[in-house]
């Protein structure tokens, strides 16, 4: 054990069915900033009014974070909003042109913008990964380039569930050399938790004025607001004004809005946020080095790990000790999606884990 882990390794109390170990939706389970929970008491007193002008210093100081201007942000009730605003006025767009539309995914990834695509009746187009659970991009790339009308490419980087990124170096020429037939949405809802310097945020060609992109972000994740749906859309200033038509109007709750503006203050909490993960995330790695257990490296606040046997017996014995797993992700099958919770959760789910070890169950 490194210092790290021996210092982490807190014994929490045994999950019970009252108080289950939640590792299956990628939360943030450290919770969001003291700063900002004071915000939201706050500002309690004042949420009989609309959320207007704190959701109009959080559309201000988001761009300013990103060196653009308030008109190059879309704000969303959590990135899905953001999500559902962008494929619907994508569509809309393609179709009042008369134009034929299609969305094009990897599989396995997030699937709201498929959701939202197949609400519409428009084809979406599974790409599976590669051998090594990359996105194929030529493959992906082909299919866009030989379909007579508008593709919607969804790369989301770094990847749910795999929790691996995808190299600029592989995005940003396809979407330099792309036609206007070609809008690429890319979700970086984990981008905060990357140190991989071959990541580079789609936010880079959005500063350098390209129209055929847009980026996702959200306060769920890393400022842990899950719970208060912050998350917002990026792009040239007029996709921007046309993603707007799209999204609920007023749609940022008070509560939410300042509680990422303090979050955008707490730079403290941004780190300790990584550094949580960072240390959860070798707790278990070490864990998965020890019993030969495969995983894929990863960048954001969770992991995927090879289980031996049906990865739906593994989970519903982790579900009889109440720690609850994640999932499968057909058709990467045999994998299982983990998210890292505090080091002190990821040394009680070690801790089971190896107890199944014991009983020869992984
Ligand atoms: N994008 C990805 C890749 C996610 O994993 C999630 C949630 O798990 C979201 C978007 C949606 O997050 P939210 O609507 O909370 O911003």
Not at 33 to 53: C, E, G, H, I, M
Not at 76 to 100: F, L, R
Not at 195 to 207: M, N, Q, V, Y
Request: proline share 6%; aromatic share 8%; net charge negative.
């Amino acid at each position: 054990q490194d210092n790290q882990t021996a210092s982490a390794a807190k014994i929490l109390p045994t999950p019970t069915k009252e108080q289950p170990l939640l590792l299956n939706f990628n939360e943030n389970s450290l919770g969001m900033s003291p700063k900002a929970q004071q915000a939201v008491v706050n500002a309690l007193p004042q949420a009989f009014r609309y959320p207007d002008a704190a959701r109009e210093q959080l559309i201000e100081k988001i761009a300013e974070s990103h060196k653009l201007q308030a008109k190059n942000i879309s704000l969303g009730n959590g990135s899905s909003e953001s999500i559902q605003a962008v494929v619907q006025m994508a569509i809309y767009q393609a179709q009042k042109a008369g134009q034929k539309v299609q969305v094009i995914v990897p599989d396995p990834t997030f699937n709201y913008a498929e959701l939202y695509a197949k609400a519409l009746g428009v084809a979406v187009i599974k790409v599976p990964l590669n051998d090594k659970l990359a996105f194929d991009i030529e493959a992906m790339k082909k299919i866009a380039d030989e379909f007579p009308g508008l593709s919607i490419v969804y790369l989301c980087n770094p990847n749910n569930p795999t929790a691996t990124i995808t190299p600029a170096d592989q995005i940003d020429p396809w979407i330099k050399a792309a036609s206007e037939r070609t809008l690429f949405l890319l979700d970086e809802a984990y981008a905060e938790f990357v140190t991989d310097p071959r990541f580079h945020s789609g936010i880079e060609l959005i500063l350098k004025q390209h129209k055929n992109v847009v980026v996702t972000r959200t306060f769920s994740k890393i400022y842990a607001l899950a719970g208060l749906r912050i998350g917002y859309a990026v792009a040239h200033e007029e996709i921007i004004a046309q993603v707007e038509d799209f999204i609920s109007l007023d749609n940022t709750n008070a509560a939410g809005a300042v509680a990422a503006l303090a979050s955008l203050d707490d730079k403290t909490f941004l780190t300790i946020s990584k550094t949580s993960v960072e240390t959860a995330r070798k707790i278990v790695t070490n864990a998965l080095d020890e019993l030969g257990l495969e995983y894929l490296p990863s960048q954001a606040n969770f992991i995927f790990h090879k289980v031996p046997g049906e990865v739906k017996t593994y989970q519903d014995r982790m579900k009889e000790y109440h720690v609850f797993v994640g999932r499968e992700f057909p058709p990467a099958k045999g994998w299982n999606r983990l998210t890292l919770g505090t080091p002190e959760e990821m040394t009680t789910f070690v801790s089971v884990l190896k107890e199944f070890r014991s009983k020869g169950w992984v």
